[in-house]
């Protein structure tokens, strides 16, 4: 069902509608690799899902368009539907999760679509669709497990080699498995020896259970800050098509997605969401094998709640040595606290948060304990900090 022909037609047919996004290169992300990255977090609705649905609303049949469409999403597949089905002047509803972010939600509704949110996560979203198609007679754009939706998206396979032609390895984010199983067959029906790696968040690895265990398997429960791609199970055509074509899937903790969408902002500039920023996570903390080759890194989404923002670049700033928390515990006299504000100033951190109280039970009669807060440049810098605390006699609790 999926041909190669069939991409080919898919990217005729997405140039009224996409852009092609740049590669951008990221040597700097990992010593001794050639990274670049796919700027997919740049694509129209801000994510490479608008491909696959713009795709597969333009081979509807008229009769399948007059009934209108409907989909279920996580947020992105319901902005590329939107937008797709409003251009072709076709009706469209999206069942979101009501944990979405508020910002996919409401773009989703200025694309023009209505929106019903379903309680639950994405699976929850998928059931309450399949109940109103069946129900109201509408048409179904599944988000990953079908042929056209997974030839618009293994469009970006074919850009990729058309800039990077001598890329050694794709790395790829997995949800429900639409973009891989479409990016995978593209490269490796032209290009067989590049290799093909999948990413999904350690909080919902259902295609990294999959292909352990050599059977499409179901999670009983996703909890990742990569809302995109928090899916309990894998479509059977894509795991196919992942177990035939993808060289590995590995995983990446919610600390390091963290860490990828801080280093791609500070850095390269770049919004990414959690779906978005795992490939570059792989990358940046040795899951794939990159050392002396040239790795392409889809990033494929940018559609960020900023409510959650902060929190992940805390987290993200607290995993790269960024940031650091000590308690110590001193006599409670004074120019304790100047003391330890001198040390660490001179070695050239700041101090951003104090807390001092008096010492508890088990402790000295006249001792308390300082909890600070400082801003660092890396680990080692940390460690510097603490060494010095402790050779003027501190004590690190």
């Known amino acids: 069902m999926l041909t190669l022909d069939k991409v080919y037609r898919a990217a005729c047919v997405l140039k009224e509608a996409i852009r092609q996004t740049d590669i951008i290169p990221a040597s700097d992300l990992k010593a001794g690799s050639q990274i670049y990255l796919k700027t997919e977090n740049l694509q129209v609705t801000g994510s490479f899902k608008v491909r696959g649905a713009y795709y597969k609303i333009s081979q509807l049949s008229e009769e399948e368009k007059a009934r209108g469409v409907i989909a279920c999403s996580a947020g992105n597949h319901a902005q590329g539907v939107a937008l797709a089905a409003t251009k072709s002047g076709i009706r469209s509803l999206i069942c979101l999760p009501d944990g979405a972010p508020i910002s996919k939600v409401e773009a989703t509704k200025r694309y023009g679509a209505e929106v019903c949110l379903v309680p639950g996560v994405y699976d929850d979203a998928y059931n309450k669709a399949i109940e109103l198609r069946d129900t109201c007679g509408y048409t179904f754009i599944h988000p990953f497990n079908d042929p056209d939706v997974i030839a618009g998206q293994g469009t970006i396979g074919l850009e990729i080699l058309n800039q990077l032609d001598d890329v050694d390895s794709v790395v790829v984010p997995i949800g429900g498995g639409g973009l891989i199983?479409?990016?995978?067959?593209?490269?490796?029906?032209?290009?067989?020896?590049?290799?093909?790696?999948?990413?999904?968040?350690?909080?919902?690895?259902?295609?990294?259970?999959?292909?352990?265990?050599?059977?499409?398997?179901?999670?009983?429960?996703?909890?990742?800050?990569?809302?995109?791609?928090?899916?309990?199970?894998?479509?059977?055509?894509?795991?196919?098509?992942?177990?035939?074509?993808?060289?590995?899937?590995?995983?990446?903790?919610?600390?390091?997605?963290?860490?990828?969408?801080?280093?791609?902002?500070?850095?390269?500039?770049?919004?990414?969401?959690?779906?978005?920023?795992?490939?570059?996570?792989?990358?940046?903390?040795?899951?794939?094998?990159?050392?002396?080759?040239?790795?392409?890194?889809?990033?494929?989404?940018?559609?960020?709640?900023?409510?959650?923002?902060?929190?992940?670049?805390?987290?993200?700033?607290?995993?790269?040595?960024?940031?650091?928390?000590?308690?110590?515990?001193?006599?409670?006299?004074p120019g304790q606290l100047s003391h330890v504000s001198q040390i660490v100033s001179t070695l050239g951190a700041n101090v951003i948060a104090v807390h001092h109280e008096r010492a508890s039970e088990g402790s000295d009669v006249t001792g308390c304990f300082l909890r600070i807060e400082i801003e660092t440049r890396n680990f080692d810098h940390i460690q510097q900090i603490r060494n010095q605390l402790i050779a003027e006699g501190f004590k690190l609790i």
């Open 181 to 333: 199983a479409g990016v995978a067959y593209a490269i490796k029906q032209l290009k067989p020896n590049v290799r093909v790696y999948g990413v999904q968040a350690a909080g919902a690895p259902s295609m990294y259970e999959s292909v352990r265990k050599n059977r499409l398997s179901a999670l009983d429960k996703v909890s990742t800050i990569a809302d995109g791609i928090a899916v309990k199970q894998p479509g059977d055509l894509t795991y196919e098509l992942c177990k035939q074509y993808v060289d590995d899937v590995v995983t990446v903790t919610d600390d390091e997605i963290s860490s990828a969408i801080l280093t791609l902002m500070e850095k390269y500039k770049m919004v990414a969401e959690g779906a978005g920023a795992v490939s570059v996570a792989a990358a940046m903390f040795g899951k794939i094998p990159t050392e002396g080759q040239k790795v392409c890194c889809i990033v494929s989404g940018g559609n960020i709640d900023v409510t959650i923002l902060s929190r992940v670049i805390k987290r993200g700033l607290l995993m790269s040595g960024r940031n650091y928390a000590m308690t110590i515990e001193l006599p409670d006299k």
